[in-house]
């Protein structure tokens, strides 16, 4: 009888862009928090956003502030 789902580490995918897979065996991703941005494989939230930039909820990159605008504060 074949076996179904993952047989071996190299059958487990990498978080994708903008989510975050903190918890080992995780089955889904959790949203990359907003303050945050999540590249490809995050395992926890540890890049904050500078200033002068905004992370909206499942960022995936950082994104300056619209002219005429600022932010002073990180995250």
Do not use: H, I, W
């Not at 500078?50 to 994104?63: D, L, Q, R, W």
């Amino acid at each position: 009888m074949p076996r179904v789902g993952a047989v071996a580490s190299t059958d487990c995918l990498k978080c994708k862009p903008g989510f975050e897979c903190r918890v080992a065996g995780t089955v889904t991703p959790t949203s990359c928090t907003a303050g945050f941005y999540c590249l490809e494989g995050t395992d926890t939230t540890v890049n904050q956003c500078t200033a002068g930039k905004y992370c909206p909820t499942n960022a995936e990159m950082e994104f300056p502030c619209a002219y005429g605008s600022y932010t002073a504060a990180s995250g």
